[in-house]
């Protein structure tokens, strides 16, 4: 079992950043990857940002690449996104999730989901 808890939410003016983590507990990450995932009211979840535990290749949507980073901590067992030049069209709840093998932007193939936390960005 696998429980993945995100943090680091919050409000934030346009332009500004905020820094997600998602802890892990249970089984290790070693032959997975971490995904963060997004869902905005009315819309469907969309990708963000991928990391592989083991390369630490990293994945971005168009819509967030060089504007987030993704990155991890192999000691706490826990992932991160920076997201700078935050922008009102990022506000949505935030989404971690695991699942086996390389990163992905489909979220079917993530068998592991955080509860969410939500990022608000106002104009």
């Known amino acids: 079992q696998v429980q993945l808890v995100e943090s680091g939410g919050g409000l934030v003016q346009a332009g500004g950043s905020l820094r997600l983590s998602c802890a892990a507990s249970g089984r290790t990450f070693s032959i997975y990857a971490v995904g963060w995932f997004r869902q905005a009211p009315g819309k469907e979840r969309a990708f963000v940002a991928a990391v592989n535990w083991g390369s630490s290749t990293t994945y971005y949507s168009e819509s967030v690449k060089g504007r987030f980073t993704i990155s991890k901590d192999n000691a706490k067992n826990t992932v991160y996104l920076q997201m700078n030049s935050l922008k009102p069209d990022d506000t949505a709840v935030y989404y971690c999730?695991?699942?086996?093998?390389?990163?992905?932007?489909?979220?079917?193939?993530?068998?592991?989901w955080g509860q969410g936390t939500q990022v608000t960005v106002s104009s």
């Open positions: 999730a695991r699942k086996r093998g390389g990163g992905s932007d489909d979220a079917r193939r993530y068998d592991y």
